[in-house]
């Protein structure tokens, strides 16, 4: 963060060079004065805008500065702060504490959104159709392309602000808890235990701090291009108590199709194509929900989204736009590495 501060005190001259050296990255300076509080943003474009209207390079940038940027707030939404930092072409936005001073400077070029909800990665499976490549490998942690399947989705996450991340373990959990221990992840992924096989949903019971109102739930061995704050807003604007995320699924039928009344015969169909929406394996839940689940009970997603409706729960669903790669095969593990290794 050190490198985009600067002293109101400090001259044009110095701004250019310290912009200089921020060339190639994201090239905004904010100033602040003796009691480190803001004082305004600066720009490659504001140095140049104060030169061409006569300012001398011995100046202090006070006179260049924009005091009117963008910031957060102690007290904001971070949610809608960021996303209107983003709609209006921000690149970097200063969070500031009660005093006006800088506690964070978010990099919008990376932050794509900052979600209001917790993330549950679900990686206590076997991978058992993946054996022999699972014997001694868990299967969040078999790589695909150049990093592990886990931290795909780890990683997009993260670039959509969301850092309260949990992953349930269990099978050779040893291997999981190690590499979320190394440094990169920043102590924002911790990892749960399951004292046994409590199922996709079961081992929601186990986690206790969780911050937020609404809680994303995923498989940890998929592959996606969803898009998590279109699904985070359809939620939110459905006022659901969960939404799942769903995959078209097209079943075609090679012949035709009798329709009947009882054995009598009414018709023919020829061929025909059925459409439907296959449960992707990622859910967005209110907080309650999760809490109501009996703590240490095996429970599985279905189960659970039966229950929600039987007692008259909403409960809607989203349509992924894009790719869903569900890594539970060698073909699916073989397309995935291909698909992968494109061109992005």
């Not at 061409?52 to 707030?73: K, P, Q, Y």
């Not at 959509?160 to 920043?186: Q, S």
């Not at 240490?296 to 736009?321: C, N």
Request: aromatic share 6%; net charge negative; with cysteine.
């Amino acid at each position: 963060m050190k490198n985009h501060i600067i002293s109101s005190e400090a001259t044009l001259r110095d701004a250019f060079c310290r912009l200089n050296l921020l060339s190639g990255g994201n090239m905004t300076l904010f100033a602040i004065d003796a009691e480190e509080r803001l004082v305004g943003s600066l720009t490659d474009g504001d140095l140049r805008r104060a030169v061409i209207a006569g300012r001398s390079l011995d100046d202090s940038v006070a006179v260049a500065c924009h005091r009117d940027c963008l910031t957060l707030s102690h007290n904001a939404d971070r949610y809608i702060a960021v996303r209107s930092a983003r709609q209006r072409g921000v690149s970097m936005l200063p969070a500031l504490d009660k005093e006006r001073r800088i506690s964070e400077l978010i990099d919008l070029r990376t932050l794509r959104t900052s979600l209001p909800i917790d993330a549950v990665l679900m990686a206590g499976g076997r991978g058992e159709r993946l054996r022999p490549l699972t014997l001694d490998c868990p299967k969040p942690l078999l790589k695909v392309g150049e990093k592990a399947i886990i931290d795909y989705n780890i990683d997009e996450l993260r670039a959509n602000g969301v850092d309260n991340i949990f992953v349930t373990v269990n099978y050779l959990k040893e291997m999981i808890i190690e590499h979320f221990a190394d440094p990169r992840f920043e102590n924002k992924v911790k990892c749960v235990a399951e004292p046994r096989r409590l199922g996709t949903m079961g081992s929601l019971s186990l986690i206790d701090d969780l911050k937020h109102d609404n809680i994303l739930v995923m498989n940890s061995d998929l592959l996606t291009s969803l898009n998590y704050e279109d699904f985070y807003l359809a939620h939110r604007a459905g006022g659901a108590a969960l939404t799942v995320a769903a995959i078209p699924y097209t079943v075609s039928v090679p012949f035709a199709i009798l329709r009947s009344e009882g054995r009598r015969v009414t018709g023919l169909t020829e061929k025909p194509t059925y459409n439907y929406f296959a449960n992707a394996g990622v859910y967005i839940m209110r907080r309650d929900i999760a809490a109501g689940i009996p703590k240490g009970e095996y429970l599985d997603a279905p189960d659970l989204i039966e229950q929600l409706i039987a007692r008259g729960e909403k409960v809607e669903y989203f349509p992924i736009d894009g790719t869903w790669i569900d890594i539970g095969s060698p073909d699916d593990y073989r397309y995935a590495n291909e698909l992968m290794s494109r061109p992005r």
